[in-house]
């Protein structure tokens, strides 16, 4: 369901119309701890279950309501999943069950399935529920036959429930389990603490205050080490990483040389599960007690407790939940018996299908290995993403690298080009703190390429960036001016400052300048240096790139006012709203966003539509506004269609909905790009520019020959993109053909892919290619080069 690399494969294209569910029957749990997007993962299941024509079953109360079976186990309707989308927690509800961990209660748990005859599972929770299910599975056969000697079942039944098929969904705020870079939740987990965490800092802020924050994490720091790298935490304390010998003297000094820097709070985060060296466990009234008797500071202790788990599923955790949903019916749909039971999962941007039990016994030996003091051990294992998170925390933390390394000599210059998008400013700060580390002298431009030729250029130091992780917009300013016009100009601003390189943080027009740079190196040796583009726009139409920064930001601010739009008509009659998105001519946003909030119906320029179509929705959607559905929601992609506008829409629906149900029409304009950066975009502009910033060192050396820089390869004006699971760097040069400029949008947009999702969960008939789902793999312990690694947080 991912990825725009890659040769089209029409004649490979296999549509899921051949897989049948008619004569299944599909039961849906959730189990142990819950956590926000389950009820997101549940209605994929039902609906895609229903679509295909298989019967779907919820079972309440996770394996408790198996083994207790009646009125636990009832049939889904398409209806009985509307309007859990927004949801957190799980409305089937989750128990922790013991009897089923002993054979009679599995034995009455298989007498309930094959009652209703269930023999296909999808079971939504974290490892212990996923290893209860893989053991069911294999005990399956014994067990019908001890039904069958028990008189419960005949063999004729036990024939045609021989075997059991299931497919596990992780759901998990811990993001514990290997083998997926992201678990259901822990995205939404991460957007509580960060709330927490940005609330804080202004009071601290107010009293000069430390703050000592411990969140959720008994085994796993993946929360504590990402929402240290989202807020630029001052210390962070992790499972995986326990601090040496003497960490007390150096974390004071670390908070006091913070204080002397200016800075007017400090913020340390403690995984609940933090241990020293000696496994002594570290506890935040320790660290308090500590900060007050050796620097005096005023600290206080903040725990987060179970406000991680509740709340709203944010839009990425909605959007994985529904992936993953439908991915994992269309698994059970192509199970055979020998295939092993699998779980859905997500590594970089694709969807795809490990074997549960490698799973399973690779999480177990973190654990094992953290128990033997393995810790490198434990974070390899744990997987690239972890890995990824806590190479770039240390990278910014070597912060007393600064004076003992060598001034390399090199003058880096960083700037944003085009509309502001959150998460600019993570980048900048990323990039400003690794270059220094680096040894380079950091240079900020002001006001794009404006700036640039009219010299607002100026040094920025480690402390110049502090606190800006979580602002929004673009504190260095940003304009949409292109270089082409002042090209004598600029080339002079970069002789007179010397600058050797140069990283461009922004949007369509970023990838446009870069280009007018790179062919301007033949007539201005000025621009023959390492240039690189993090692409940064709530559009995401950037070419070479799956995911830009600022559009994660953008749809949770989408999907929020969608939520609250459609509540405001609740205990009203039945209303359709009509809401316009921003984009530009890509329809991301609008997709995207669609599928997050449970869009009926989603117009965009990259699909055309014409009145027939129009017609056709509104029938569609009239048809479904008759049964107990109460609210209906069309999304519009600003440019989708020049005639056709927001106006027009709302008084076709409103006309010929006349009677059934009536229409408001909403247009969310600029609130989509501001607004502070959301956990996703912090991370990801920290990760993504750290990168760039060692491709920038990396190319430097290699084009620094005679005393000075010189380099006009294509390979080094690139643009830093993450395609499928990779995080690549590709020409700009190689990238114009993959353009359509006169749109301003890529030709390949792998999200097009997700449309007949969308539809599908809509009710509407439509036919999804699943030559791109995920197939089945192996765990592998041996990862691709760095150039390979994913930068998913």
Same mark, same amino acid.
């Given at each position: 369901?991912? &990825?725009?690399?890659?040769?089209?494969?029409?004649?490979?294209?296999?549509?899921?119309?051949?897989?049948?569910?008619?004569?299944?029957?599909?039961?849906?749990?959730?189990?142990?701890?819950?956590?926000?997007?389950?009820?997101?993962?549940?209605?994929?299941?039902?609906?895609?279950? =229903?679509?295909?024509?298989?019967?779907?079953?919820?079972?309440?109360?996770?394996?408790?309501?198996?083994?207790?079976?009646?009125?636990?186990?009832?049939?889904?309707?398409?209806?009985?999943?509307?309007?859990?989308?927004?949801?957190?927690?799980?409305?089937?509800?989750?128990?922790?069950?013991?009897?089923?961990?002993?054979?009679?209660?599995?034995?009455?748990? @298989?007498?309930?399935?094959?009652?209703?005859?269930?023999?296909?599972?999808?079971?939504?929770?974290?490892?212990?529920?996923?290893?209860?299910?893989?053991?069911?599975?294999?005990?399956?056969?014994?067990?019908?036959?001890?039904?069958?000697?028990?008189?419960?079942?005949?063999?004729?039944?036990?024939?045609?429930?021989?075997?059991?098929?299931?497919?596990?969904?992780?759901?998990?705020?811990?993001?514990?389990?290997?083998?997926?870079?992201?678990?259901?939740?822990?995205?939404?987990?991460?957007?509580?603490?960060?709330?927490?965490?940005?609330?804080? #800092?202004?009071?601290?802020?107010?009293?000069?205050?430390?703050?000592?924050?411990?969140?959720?994490?008994?085994?796993?720091?993946?929360?504590?080490?990402?929402? /240290?790298?989202?807020?630029?935490?001052?210390?962070?304390?992790?499972?995986? #990483?326990?601090?040496?010998?003497?960490?007390?003297?150096?974390?004071?000094?670390?908070?006091?040389?913070?204080?002397?820097?200016?800075?007017?709070?400090?913020?340390?985060? *403690?995984?609940?599960?933090?241990?020293?060296?000696?496994?002594?466990?570290?506890?935040?009234?320790?660290?308090?007690?500590?900060?007050?008797?050796?620097?005096?500071?005023?600290?206080?202790?903040?725990?987060?407790?179970?406000?991680?788990?509740?709340?709203?599923?944010?839009?990425?955790?909605?959007?994985?939940?529904?992936?993953?949903?439908?991915?994992?019916?269309?698994?059970?749909?192509?199970?055979?018996?020998?295939?092993?039971?699998?779980?859905?999962?997500?590594?970089?941007?694709?969807?795809?299908?490990?074997?549960?039990?490698?799973?399973?016994?690779?999480?177990?030996?973190?654990?094992?290995?953290?128990?033997?003091?393995?810790?490198?051990?434990?974070?390899?294992?744990?997987?690239?993403?972890?890995?990824?998170?806590?190479?770039?925390?240390?990278?910014?933390?070597?912060?007393?690298?600064?004076?003992?390394?060598?001034?390399?000599?090199?003058?880096?210059?960083?700037?944003?080009?085009?509309?502001?998008?959150?998460?600019?400013?993570?980048? *900048?700060?990323?990039?400003?703190?690794?270059?220094?580390?680096?040894?380079?002298?950091?240079?900020?431009?002001?006001?794009?390429?404006?700036?640039?030729?009219?010299?607002? =250029?100026?040094? =920025?130091?480690?402390?110049?960036?502090?606190?800006?992780?979580?602002?929004?917009?673009?504190?260095?300013?940003?304009?949409?001016?292109?270089?082409?016009?002042?090209? !004598?100009?600029?080339?002079?601003?970069?002789?007179?400052?010397?600058?050797? @390189?140069?990283?461009?943080?922004?949007?369509?027009?970023?990838?446009?300048?870069?280009?007018?740079?790179?062919?301007?190196?033949?007539?201005?040796?000025?621009?023959?240096?390492?240039?690189?583009?993090?692409?940064?726009?709530?559009?995401?139409?950037?070419?070479?790139?799956?995911?830009?920064?600022?559009?994660?930001?953008?749809?949770?601010?989408?999907?929020?006012?969608?939520?609250?739009?459609?509540?405001?008509?609740?205990?009203?009659?039945?209303?359709?709203?009509?809401?316009?998105?921003?984009?530009?001519?890509?329809?991301?946003?609008?997709?995207?966003?669609?599928?997050?909030?449970?869009?009926?119906?989603?117009?965009?320029?990259?699909?055309?539509?014409?009145?027939?179509?129009?017609?056709?929705?509104?029938?569609?959607?009239?048809?479904?506004?008759?049964?107990?559905?109460?609210?209906?929601?069309?999304?519009?992609?600003?440019?989708?269609?020049?005639?056709?506008?927001?106006?027009?829409?709302?008084?076709?629906?409103?006309?010929?909905?006349? &009677?059934?149900?009536?229409?408001?029409?909403?247009?969310?304009?600029?609130?989509?790009?501001?607004?502070?950066?959301?956990?996703?975009?912090?991370?990801?502009?920290?990760?993504?520019?750290?990168?760039?910033?060692?491709?920038?060192?990396?190319?430097?050396?290699?084009?620094?020959?005679?005393?000075?820089?010189?380099?006009?390869?294509?390979?080094? /004006?690139?643009?830093?993109?993450?395609?499928?699971?990779?995080?690549?760097?590709?020409?700009?040069?190689?990238?114009?053909?993959?353009?359509?400029?006169?749109?301003?949008?890529?030709?390949?947009?792998?999200?097009?892919?997700?449309?007949?999702?969308?539809?599908?969960? /809509?009710?509407?008939?439509?036919?999804?290619?699943?030559?791109? /789902?995920?197939?089945?793999?192996?765990?592998?312990?041996?990862?691709?080069?760095?150039? !390979?690694?994913?930068?998913?947080?």
């Amino acid at each position: 369901m991912a &990825g725009a690399t890659g040769p089209k494969r029409q004649d490979t294209r296999k549509f899921f119309e051949n897989l049948s569910g008619a004569g299944k029957c599909i039961a849906v749990l959730t189990s142990g701890g819950d956590a926000q997007g389950m009820n997101g993962a549940v209605r994929a299941v039902v609906r895609m279950g =229903i679509y295909v024509g298989a019967k779907v079953y919820f079972i309440h109360e996770g394996y408790q309501g198996m083994v207790d079976g009646g009125d636990y186990i009832k049939e889904a309707t398409w209806e009985s999943v509307s309007s859990v989308l927004q949801v957190g927690g799980t409305v089937i509800g989750s128990a922790r069950c013991k009897e089923f961990r002993s054979h009679e209660g599995r034995l009455k748990a @298989a007498h309930n399935l094959v009652q209703r005859g269930i023999t296909y599972l999808c079971v939504i929770g974290g490892d212990g529920s996923l290893t209860g299910a893989n053991l069911f599975r294999e005990e399956w056969s014994g067990l019908l036959n001890e039904l069958i000697q028990q008189g419960l079942i005949d063999e004729e039944a036990a024939r045609s429930h021989s075997h059991l098929h299931i497919v596990g969904m992780v759901g998990s705020i811990d993001n514990d389990f290997c083998g997926t870079d992201m678990t259901i939740g822990t995205d939404s987990a991460l957007h509580r603490i960060i709330e927490v965490v940005d609330a804080i #800092m202004t009071t601290a802020g107010s009293h000069q205050r430390t703050f000592v924050l411990e969140v959720m994490g008994r085994h796993c720091g993946y929360l504590a080490l990402v929402s /240290a790298l989202a807020c630029g935490a001052d210390w962070v304390f992790i499972p995986e #990483m326990p601090p040496e010998d003497g960490w007390e003297d150096n974390m004071c000094q670390k908070l006091s040389e913070n204080r002397a820097d200016k800075k007017r709070l400090n913020i340390i985060i *403690v995984a609940e599960g933090a241990i020293d060296c000696h496994n002594k466990a570290i506890t935040p009234d320790y660290i308090k007690d500590l900060v007050v008797s050796c620097l005096g500071f005023d600290t206080r202790v903040t725990i987060l407790g179970h406000v991680q788990r509740g709340g709203t599923p944010s839009a990425f955790d909605r959007i994985l939940a529904s992936r993953m949903g439908v991915e994992a019916v269309l698994a059970l749909l192509e199970a055979s018996t020998d295939t092993p039971a699998c779980v859905v999962s997500l590594v970089g941007n694709q969807a795809v299908r490990l074997p549960l039990m490698e799973c399973v016994q690779m999480t177990q030996e973190v654990q094992k290995a953290m128990d033997e003091k393995k810790f490198d051990e434990a974070v390899r294992l744990r997987g690239r993403s972890f890995e990824n998170n806590l190479s770039t925390y240390r990278l910014l933390a070597s912060q007393t690298a600064r004076s003992e390394l060598q001034n390399s000599s090199f003058n880096v210059a960083v700037m944003n080009v085009g509309a502001p998008a959150a998460g600019m400013n993570a980048a *900048v700060r990323s990039a400003v703190r690794v270059g220094i580390t680096e040894g380079h002298k950091m240079f900020a431009v002001n006001d794009g390429f404006e700036g640039f030729y009219k010299g607002q =250029i100026k040094e =920025i130091k480690w402390g110049d960036v502090g606190g800006w992780t979580g602002q929004g917009g673009s504190l260095l300013g940003t304009k949409r001016t292109l270089p082409a016009k002042h090209l !004598d100009a600029i080339a002079e601003q970069m002789r007179i400052h010397n600058i050797t @390189a140069l990283l461009v943080i922004g949007g369509f027009e970023a990838f446009e300048s870069l280009l007018e740079l790179y062919e301007a190196r033949a007539n201005y040796k000025e621009f023959c240096i390492p240039m690189c583009i993090l692409p940064a726009t709530i559009s995401n139409n950037v070419p070479g790139t799956d995911h830009s920064l600022g559009a994660d930001t953008s749809l949770n601010a989408i999907v929020e006012t969608c939520d609250r739009i459609k509540q405001s008509a609740s205990g009203t009659k039945r209303r359709v709203f009509i809401i316009e998105t921003m984009g530009g001519y890509c329809g991301y946003l609008a997709t995207v966003g669609g599928l997050a909030a449970g869009a009926d119906t989603v117009y965009i320029y990259e699909e055309p539509f014409d009145i027939r179509d129009l017609q056709a929705n509104v029938e569609h959607l009239t048809q479904k506004m008759k049964t107990s559905i109460q609210r209906g929601l069309v999304l519009r992609n600003e440019n989708c269609n020049e005639n056709f506008t927001t106006d027009f829409i709302y008084q076709l629906y409103s006309e010929e909905g006349r &009677g059934v149900f009536d229409c408001r029409k909403n247009i969310l304009g600029h609130m989509q790009q501001g607004g502070a950066p959301s956990p996703f975009d912090r991370n990801f502009g920290t990760k993504v520019a750290a990168k760039a910033i060692q491709w920038i060192t990396r190319t430097l050396k290699e084009s620094y020959k005679e005393g000075k820089v010189f380099t006009n390869s294509e390979d080094t /004006a690139c643009l830093l993109g993450m395609r499928r699971r990779a995080m690549v760097f590709q020409p700009v040069a190689q990238l114009r053909e993959e353009t359509d400029f006169v749109h301003r949008i890529p030709k390949e947009q792998w999200w097009l892919k997700l449309r007949p999702l969308m539809k599908i969960l /809509a009710k509407y008939k439509t036919s999804y290619d699943v030559s791109d /789902a995920g197939q089945l793999e192996h765990v592998t312990r041996v990862r691709p080069k760095e150039n !390979d690694a994913s930068a998913a947080i």
